[in-house]
Protein backbone atom coordinates (compact mmCIF):
# COMPACT_ATOMS: atom_id res chain seq x y z
CA UNK A 1 0.00 0.00 0.00
CA UNK A 2 1.49 3.24 -0.80
CA UNK A 3 2.35 5.69 1.56
CA UNK A 4 3.40 9.36 1.94
CA UNK A 5 5.75 10.97 4.88
CA UNK A 6 3.95 13.59 7.27
CA UNK A 7 4.96 14.84 10.31
CA UNK A 8 2.81 14.37 13.45
CA UNK A 9 3.71 16.92 16.62
CA UNK A 10 3.44 14.78 20.06
CA UNK A 11 3.80 16.23 23.01
CA UNK A 12 4.14 15.09 26.72
CA UNK A 13 4.98 16.98 30.06
CA UNK A 14 8.78 17.96 28.63
CA UNK A 15 9.24 17.93 25.65
CA UNK A 16 7.69 17.89 21.80
CA UNK A 17 8.57 16.23 19.09
CA UNK A 18 8.07 15.78 15.92
CA UNK A 19 8.00 12.40 14.13
CA UNK A 20 7.87 11.14 11.10
CA UNK A 21 4.96 9.04 10.57
CA UNK A 22 3.66 7.33 6.76
CA UNK A 23 0.29 7.81 6.53
CA UNK A 24 -2.14 5.59 5.20
CA UNK A 25 -4.11 8.15 3.35
CA UNK A 26 -6.49 10.74 5.45
CA UNK A 27 -8.50 8.64 8.10
CA UNK A 28 -8.80 9.14 11.86
CA UNK A 29 -9.19 6.98 14.67
CA UNK A 30 -10.68 7.25 18.02
CA UNK A 31 -9.49 3.83 19.99
CA UNK A 32 -8.66 0.74 19.06
CA UNK A 33 -9.60 -2.23 21.93
CA UNK A 34 -7.91 -5.12 21.27
CA UNK A 35 -9.76 -7.69 23.63
CA UNK A 36 -13.45 -6.15 23.25
CA UNK A 37 -16.28 -8.77 24.43
CA UNK A 38 -19.39 -6.08 23.53
CA UNK A 39 -19.09 -5.54 19.80
CA UNK A 40 -19.40 -9.09 18.01
CA UNK A 41 -19.25 -12.48 18.67
CA UNK A 42 -16.03 -13.91 20.61
CA UNK A 43 -13.34 -12.01 22.27
CA UNK A 44 -12.54 -9.27 19.29
CA UNK A 45 -10.50 -6.45 18.12
CA UNK A 46 -12.14 -3.34 17.57
CA UNK A 47 -11.04 -0.09 15.49
CA UNK A 48 -13.45 2.96 16.11
CA UNK A 49 -12.95 5.31 12.94
CA UNK A 50 -13.67 8.54 12.85
CA UNK A 51 -15.91 10.59 10.71
CA UNK A 52 -19.81 10.50 10.73
CA UNK A 53 -22.77 12.21 9.10
CA UNK A 54 -25.74 10.82 9.78
CA UNK A 55 -26.17 12.89 13.75
CA UNK A 56 -28.28 10.13 15.07
CA UNK A 57 -30.23 11.98 17.89
CA UNK A 58 -28.98 10.85 20.71
CA UNK A 59 -25.44 9.66 19.49
CA UNK A 60 -23.73 8.50 22.42
CA UNK A 61 -19.81 9.56 20.78
CA UNK A 62 -20.93 12.57 18.93
CA UNK A 63 -17.00 13.57 19.48
CA UNK A 64 -16.42 10.62 16.88
CA UNK A 65 -18.55 12.70 14.12
CA UNK A 66 -15.26 15.34 13.19
CA UNK A 67 -13.42 13.67 10.70
CA UNK A 68 -10.24 14.58 12.41
CA UNK A 69 -10.86 13.43 15.75
CA UNK A 70 -8.18 10.82 17.25
CA UNK A 71 -5.03 10.06 16.14
CA UNK A 72 -3.96 9.57 12.08
CA UNK A 73 -4.58 5.95 10.90
CA UNK A 74 -0.89 5.05 9.75
CA UNK A 75 0.62 1.72 8.15
CA UNK A 76 2.05 1.08 12.34
CA UNK A 77 -1.83 1.69 13.11
CA UNK A 78 -2.66 -0.93 10.11
CA UNK A 79 0.35 -3.60 11.17
CA UNK A 80 -1.01 -2.96 15.15
CA UNK A 81 -4.05 -4.22 14.28
CA UNK A 82 -2.74 -6.92 12.09
CA UNK A 83 -0.34 -8.42 14.98
CA UNK A 84 -3.09 -7.67 17.62
CA UNK A 85 -5.87 -10.25 15.44
CA UNK A 86 -2.94 -13.12 15.55
CA UNK A 87 -4.08 -13.69 19.18
CA UNK A 88 -5.40 -17.30 18.76
CA UNK A 89 -7.87 -15.78 21.47
CA UNK A 90 -9.56 -13.44 19.05
CA UNK A 91 -11.87 -14.14 16.54
CA UNK A 92 -11.57 -11.66 14.35
CA UNK A 93 -12.01 -7.69 13.80
CA UNK A 94 -14.88 -5.24 14.37
CA UNK A 95 -14.88 -1.94 12.54
CA UNK A 96 -17.07 0.60 14.52
CA UNK A 97 -17.39 4.20 14.30
CA UNK A 98 -17.79 7.14 13.19
CA UNK A 99 -18.77 5.71 10.52
CA UNK A 100 -16.84 3.08 8.56
CA UNK A 101 -18.54 3.47 5.34
CA UNK A 102 -17.91 7.03 4.87
CA UNK A 103 -16.79 7.11 1.33
CA UNK A 104 -13.01 7.95 2.37
CA UNK A 105 -13.27 5.82 5.64
CA UNK A 106 -14.35 2.60 3.03
CA UNK A 107 -11.16 3.60 0.97
CA UNK A 108 -8.66 3.04 3.72
CA UNK A 109 -10.24 0.20 5.39
CA UNK A 110 -10.59 -1.84 2.19
CA UNK A 111 -6.93 -1.83 2.22
CA UNK A 112 -7.32 -3.29 5.78
CA UNK A 113 -9.74 -6.31 5.36
CA UNK A 114 -7.85 -7.12 1.91
CA UNK A 115 -4.78 -7.90 4.05
CA UNK A 116 -7.43 -9.55 7.21
CA UNK A 117 -8.74 -11.78 4.36
CA UNK A 118 -5.34 -13.01 2.76
CA UNK A 119 -3.56 -13.27 6.03
CA UNK A 120 -5.80 -14.12 8.73
CA UNK A 121 -8.66 -16.28 6.20
CA UNK A 122 -10.04 -17.49 9.65
CA UNK A 123 -10.80 -14.59 11.32
CA UNK A 124 -14.79 -12.81 11.10
CA UNK A 125 -15.04 -9.88 9.78
CA UNK A 126 -17.86 -7.46 11.57
CA UNK A 127 -18.78 -3.81 10.78
CA UNK A 128 -21.34 -1.22 11.83
CA UNK A 129 -22.72 1.08 9.89
CA UNK A 130 -25.20 3.85 9.95
CA UNK A 131 -26.25 3.64 6.68
CA UNK A 132 -28.81 0.98 5.34
CA UNK A 133 -27.27 -1.98 3.85
CA UNK A 134 -29.79 -2.34 0.73
CA UNK A 135 -30.65 1.44 0.33
CA UNK A 136 -26.82 3.26 0.48
CA UNK A 137 -24.59 1.10 0.34
CA UNK A 138 -25.86 -0.70 -3.51
CA UNK A 139 -25.65 1.13 -6.79
CA UNK A 140 -26.60 4.35 -7.18
CA UNK A 141 -26.80 4.29 -2.91
CA UNK A 142 -25.44 7.44 -0.69
CA UNK A 143 -23.26 5.82 0.36
CA UNK A 144 -21.64 3.55 -2.64
CA UNK A 145 -18.29 4.28 -4.36
CA UNK A 146 -15.97 2.53 -6.32
CA UNK A 147 -14.37 -0.05 -3.37
CA UNK A 148 -17.30 -0.43 -1.52
CA UNK A 149 -18.59 -3.97 -3.13
CA UNK A 150 -15.14 -5.24 -2.61
CA UNK A 151 -15.43 -3.66 0.88
CA UNK A 152 -18.52 -5.86 1.54
CA UNK A 153 -17.28 -8.67 -0.21
CA UNK A 154 -14.54 -8.91 2.81
CA UNK A 155 -17.69 -8.75 5.89
CA UNK A 156 -18.76 -11.71 7.57
CA UNK A 157 -21.61 -9.71 9.91
CA UNK A 158 -22.99 -6.14 8.90
CA UNK A 159 -25.33 -4.41 11.71
CA UNK A 160 -26.79 -1.71 9.71
CA UNK A 161 -29.15 1.46 10.22
CA UNK A 162 -28.99 4.61 12.12
CA UNK A 163 -29.76 4.79 15.96
CA UNK A 164 -32.99 5.71 16.50
CA UNK A 165 -33.60 6.95 19.75
CA UNK A 166 -37.57 6.19 20.27
CA UNK A 167 -36.78 2.87 18.89
CA UNK A 168 -33.88 2.14 22.03
CA UNK A 169 -34.00 -0.75 23.77
CA UNK A 170 -31.06 -1.88 26.20
CA UNK A 171 -32.60 -5.69 25.92
CA UNK A 172 -31.07 -5.88 21.67
CA UNK A 173 -27.70 -7.74 21.40
CA UNK A 174 -24.85 -6.19 19.20
CA UNK A 175 -27.25 -3.23 18.65
CA UNK A 176 -28.73 0.07 20.50
CA UNK A 177 -32.49 0.17 18.72
CA UNK A 178 -35.02 -1.84 17.58
CA UNK A 179 -34.62 -0.76 13.55
CA UNK A 180 -31.29 -2.43 13.41
CA UNK A 181 -30.34 -5.17 11.56
CA UNK A 182 -27.75 -7.80 12.63
CA UNK A 183 -27.23 -8.97 8.89
CA UNK A 184 -25.62 -12.26 7.18
CA UNK A 185 -24.03 -10.46 4.89
CA UNK A 186 -22.30 -13.39 3.14
CA UNK A 187 -25.79 -15.18 3.10
CA UNK A 188 -27.34 -11.72 1.93
CA UNK A 189 -25.32 -11.22 -0.72
CA UNK A 190 -24.91 -14.66 -2.47
CA UNK A 191 -28.76 -14.73 -1.95
CA UNK A 192 -29.98 -11.04 -3.22
CA UNK A 193 -32.14 -10.76 -0.04
CA UNK A 194 -31.89 -9.74 3.36
CA UNK A 195 -30.62 -12.97 5.58
CA UNK A 196 -30.15 -11.73 9.12
CA UNK A 197 -27.82 -13.33 11.56
CA UNK A 198 -29.51 -12.50 14.88
CA UNK A 199 -33.43 -11.91 14.67
S1 LIG B 1 -24.08 6.34 12.95
FE1 LIG B 1 -23.24 5.86 14.99
S2 LIG B 1 -21.59 7.38 15.30
FE2 LIG B 1 -22.84 8.12 13.61
S3 LIG B 1 -24.33 9.52 14.58
FE3 LIG B 1 -25.30 7.50 14.43
S4 LIG B 1 -24.89 6.50 16.39
FE4 LIG B 1 -23.45 8.24 16.21
Do not use: H
Amino acid sequence: MGGMFVFWITQNRDCAMILPVRMVTAMYYGAIKKYDIADGEGVRVTLFVSGCTNRCKGCFQPQTWDFKYGMPYTEETEQELIDALRDSNISGLTLLGGEPFEPENQRVLVGLLRRVRQELPEKTVWSYTGFVYDRDLVPGGKRYCEVTDEMLSYIDVLVDGPFIEEQKDIRLIFRGSANQRVLNLKETRRTGTIVRYIE
